[in-house]
C-alpha cells in the first residue's frame, strides 16, 4: 500500500496549465524528489499535496484517505518552506510546540516532544531564542524540528537548502538524509537541483512543463534517461543530431557515421548522446583506430583543470564541439593534452543513449 | 542635511511651543513679554461648561469613531491584501477617497445626505451624535485602512501557510500567528483615526448640534468672541492628550515600524 498516492492531479489557471496529469505512488519512509528548472509544476505539486493549493482535477491520497478535496489543517502534513516561515513573535521552543498544540497535545507531553525534536536536530539549547537570533542554518533546522514534532504522514520539503551556502547545504543534506532514514518519514524533497535530487533521493521524479518526464532511481534517470529533456537536464550530456540510417548506424548531422546498440527502434531517432565521462581521448598520431563507429577524429580546443578531474573540450573535422571529463587520479600528469594536438574520441557501445 | 533637520524640526514645534507657553501668561490680552505667569487659565477653561463639554464630547466620538473604523477597517484590509478580484483597485482607492476629498466639501456633502435620510425616514441624524460618529468613522476609516492594510502586505504570506499545515484552522493562525504581527500596524491606525477624529474641525462643523459640539469647534466658537489665553489652555491640554497617546503607543509597538 503507497502512502501517497497521486492519480491525475491537474492544476490549472484559467487557460494556463501549470501541472497536466501527474500520476504518482509513494512508498512508506520512500525519499522522492520532485526535480526541475523554475515553473515546471514541482513546487504547485507540493502544495497540492500539502492542501495550500486545491487540485483542479485528479486525486490525492493519504494511505487509504482521500484528502483531495480537504483544507491544509485536516490533511497532517510537515511541510518546510523555502524561507522557513518561522513565527518570529514566537520562541524555537513555541514554534516547534504550535503543532502540537494545535493537536491539542496536554503541555507536559507536548515539552517534552519538543525537547525531543529540537534534540534530533541538535537545537536543544536554543529552544528559548527567537528566530532571529540565529543563523540560517539553525532556523532551517528550526523548520524541519517544527515540521515532523507532530509525526505528519508525510514531510514535504520546498527547496529547503537554497538558501544555505554551498558547503552547508552539503552537510545540511546528509544530516537530513540521515534523520529522515531513521524516523522513517515519508518525504517529498522539492528542487532544481540536480546533484541535491540525486544525492538524497530514493527516486527522482523529473518534471517540466507540467509534466512528469521520467520517474526513477537516480541512477537510472542518470543512466537510462527517458527523453532528451532528461538526458539535457540531468548532468552534462553530448548530444549530436542525426538520424539512424538504413545500414543501422546514426549518422549525424555533421557526416560523423556511429555504431549503435539496436535496442531501440530506428524510427523517431533524432539525436544520439553520450556521457563526457564515458568518452576516452587517445593520441591521433599512436592511434590507429579507423575513422568512424564511435572512434572519431578530433583536435583538443580547450584542457581545463577542475580538480577532481579535467574537463577537455574537443571539436570534430564537422566542427562539432564534444566536452571529455577525465579522472585526474587515473591520469599520469605527462599525459596532459595541450590545445592543438590531434585525438581520437571513443566510447564503449553500451554507453550511447539515442532519442 | 542636518541643518535642513533642524529647521525642520523648529518649524514643527514652535507654533506647538509657542502655544503652550502662552497658556502660562498673566495678562488677559496676550502680549510679549507677560508681566507674570500663572495656572488660572486652565481652572477658568475648566471652569466653563463648554470646553468640559467639548471635550467629552469629542473623547466619546474619537473612541467610538476608532471602534467603529477597526471594526470596519481590519476585514477590509484583509480581504484588500489578500484577495484578488475585480474592482478590488477602485475599492481600495473608493476607501481612500476621503484623503483626498477636501473636508470642507465632504462635511458639506455629509450633511445634505444626513438631512435627505431625515426627509424620508422621518428620524433626525443631521445634528445627532448618531450623525456625528457616523461621519467621524469615514474621517478615521481611511487611515485604519491603509496603515493595516500596508501591515499585511508586509506579513509573509507562508507564516499563515505554515501554521494551516500545522494544523490551525484560519481563524486559528490569524489569532496566533497573523495578528501578533499586524498589531503595531493596528495600533498606529487606531491612534491615527483617534487623532484625526478628536482634532477633526471641517467635516464636523455642519454635523454639530446643541450638546454635541467638539472641541474644535467650540474652541472656534470662543476664538470668535474673544482671544486670551483659555484658548492656548484647551489647546495644551489637547496637544497632551495626543502627545501622551503617541508616546505610550510608541513604548509597547514601536509605531515606526508600522510606516
Known amino acids: ?355 | 542635511m542636518i541643518g535642513g533637520c533642524i529647521l525642520a524640526f523648529v518649524m514643527v514645534l514652535a507654533p506647538l511651543v509657542a502655544i503652550i507657553w502662552v497658556s502660562f501668561f498673566e495678562n488677559k490680552i496676550i502680549s510679549f513679554p507677560p508681566t507674570g505667569y500663572t495656572l488660572n487659565w486652565y481652572a477658568m477653561a475648566w471652569e466653563m461648561p463648554r470646553f468640559r463639554d467639548g471635550f467629552a464630547t469629542s473623547l466619546k466620538l474619537g473612541v467610538l469613531a476608532t471602534a467603529i473604523s477597526l471594526a470596519v477597517g481590519i476585514p477590509a484590509s484583509v480581504v484588500l491584501a489578500r484577495g484578488r478580484f475585480p474592482g478590488r483597485e477602485a475599492i481600495q482607492s473608493l476607501l481612500l477617497a476621503p484623503l483626498i476629498v477636501p473636508g470642507i466639501v465632504a462635511g458639506a456633502a455629509f450633511y445634505m445626505f444626513l438631512i435627505e435620510v431625515e426627509i424620508v425616514t422621518g428620524i433626525q441624524v443631521a445634528t445627532t451624535f448618531t450623525g456625528l460618529a457616523i461621519a467621524h468613522s469615514l474621517i478615521a476609516l481611511p487611515w485604519t485602512v491603509r496603515l493595516v492594510t500596508a501591515s499585511l502586505l508586509g506579513v509573509d504570506p507562508q507564516l499563515r501557510e505554515a501554521a494551516l499545515t500545522m494544523g490551525a484552522r484560519p481563524f486559528t493562525a490569524f489569532r496566533r500567528v497573523t495578528w501578533p504581527v499586524i498589531r503595531p500596524g493596528v495600533v498606529a491606525g487606531a491612534l491615527f483615526s483617534f487623532v484625526v477624529s478628536f482634532v477633526d474641525l471641517e467635516k464636523s462643523l455642519f454635523l454639530v448640534g446643541p450638546g454635541t459640539t467638539t472641541l474644535p469647534i467650540v474652541i472656534v466658537n470662543y476664538l470668535e468672541w474673544s482671544v486670551d489665553p483659555t484658548i492656548a489652555a484647551v489647546a495644551t491640554v489637547q496637544i497632551a492628550l495626543i502627545a501622551t497617546g503617541l508616546i505610550i503607543t510608541d513604548r509597547y509597538f514601536k509605531l515606526a515600524r508600522a510606516f
Not at chain 1, 501527474?22 to 528548472?37: C, T, W, Y
Not at chain 1, 523555502?82 to 513555541?94: D, E, I, K, R
Open chain 1, 1 to 355: 500500500m503507497s502512502q501517497i498516492s497521486l492519480q491525475n492531479v491537474t492544476k490549472r489557471y484559467g487557460n494556463l496549465t501549470t501541472v497536466d496529469r501527474v500520476s504518482l505512488d509513494i512508498g512508506q519512509g520512500e525519499f522522492v524528489a520532485f526535480l526541475g528548472p523554475s515553473g515546471c509544476g514541482k513546487t504547485t505539486t507540493l502544495r497540492m499535496i500539502a492542501g495550500l493549493t486545491l487540485a483542479s482535477e485528479g486525486s490525492i491520497r493519504f494511505g487509504t484517505r482521500d484528502v483531495t478535496d480537504l483544507p491544509p489543517y485536516l490533511r497532517n502534513a510537515g511541510l518546510v518552506f523555502q524561507g522557513y516561515a518561522l513565527f518570529p513573535h514566537m520562541t524555537v521552543a513555541q514554534n516547534v510546540a504550535f503543532g502540537l498544540e494545535m493537536r491539542g497535545i496536554d503541555r507536559t507531553q507536548a515539552q517534552r516532544r519538543v525537547q525531543e525534536a529540537l534534540a534530533l536536530v541538535k537545537l536543544d539549547h536554543f529552544a528559548h531564542r527567537l528566530p532571529k537570533q540565529l543563523s540560517g542554518g539553525q532556523q532551517q533546522r528550526v523548520a524541519l524540528a517544527r515540521a515532523i514534532v507532530y509525526e505528519p504522514e508525510v514531510l514535504l520539503l520546498d527547496e529547503p537548502l537554497s538558501a544555505l551556502d554551498a558547503k552547508l547545504r552539503h552537510e545540511v543534506r546528509t544530516d537530513l538524509r540521515r534523520l529522515q532514514s531513521r524516523l522513517g518519514l515519508t518525504t517529498i524533497f522539492v528542487t532544481h537541483d540536480q546533484d541535491e535530487a540525486i544525492a538524497v533521493a530514493d527516486r527522482v521524479v523529473v518534471m517540466s512543463a507540467g509534466k512528469v518526464e521520467q520517474v526513477g532511481t537516480p541512477r537510472e534517470i542518470y543512466q537510462r534517461p527517458a527523453n532528451r529533456f532528461v538526458a539535457e537536464f540531468i548532468g552534462l550530456t553530448n548530444i549530436f543530431a542525426g538520424s539512424i540510417e538504413a545500414g543501422g548506424s546514426f549518422l549525424t548531422e555533421g557526416g560523423e557515421r556511429f555504431a549503435v546498440s539496436s535496442e531501440r527502434g530506428a524510427a523517431g531517432v533524432t539525436a544520439f548522446a553520450v556521457r563526457p565521462e564515458q568518452i576516452s581521448l587517445h593520441n591521433g598520431l599512436g592511434a590507429s583506430a579507423a575513422p568512424g563507429l564511435g572512434a572519431l577524429p578530433a583536435t583538443v580546443e580547450d584542457v581545463i583543470y577542475r580538480g577532481s578531474l579535467t574537463e577537455v573540450v574537443v571539436r570534430t573535422s564537422s566542427g562539432m564541439p564534444i566536452v571529455v571529463h577525465r579522472q585526474n587520479a587515473e591520469l599520469p600528469s605527462e599525459n596532459e593534452l595541450r590545445p592543438g594536438q590531434q585525438v581520437v574520441a571513443s566510447w564503449p557501445a553500451g554507453a550511447a543513449m539515442l532519442f
